[in-house]
């Protein structure tokens, strides 16, 4: 366990972030099935504006590296064009 008072503070900064972090995969992970569930293409659509945010939004803040969002995002353009929406 941490002794220093910094070290305290590190711990608490890193409980915190892990939890943040654990909620915006969980979120992303969620935006995502939502896309490859959908059961059209104008539900696909909406469904694919908002994951394709929050990947974008994990890339920046390195939840998961930015070529992993873009490719992730491209494999989700791909199956809302199959269900016949628009990306």
Known sequence: MANSKSAKK????S???HEQNRQQRSRL???????????DGETATE???KASALLDRAG??????RNKAARKK???AKIVKEK???V
């Open 10 to 13: 590190r711990v608490r900064q």
């Open 47 to 49: 469904a694919f504006r």
């Open 60 to 65: 920046r803040k390195n939840l998961m590296h």
């Open 29 to 39: 992970k969620t935006a995502i099935k939502n896309v490859e569930n959908a059961p």
């Open 74 to 76: 491209s494999q989700l």
């Open 84 to 86: 016949g929406g628009e």
């Open 15 to 17: 409980r915190r972030r």
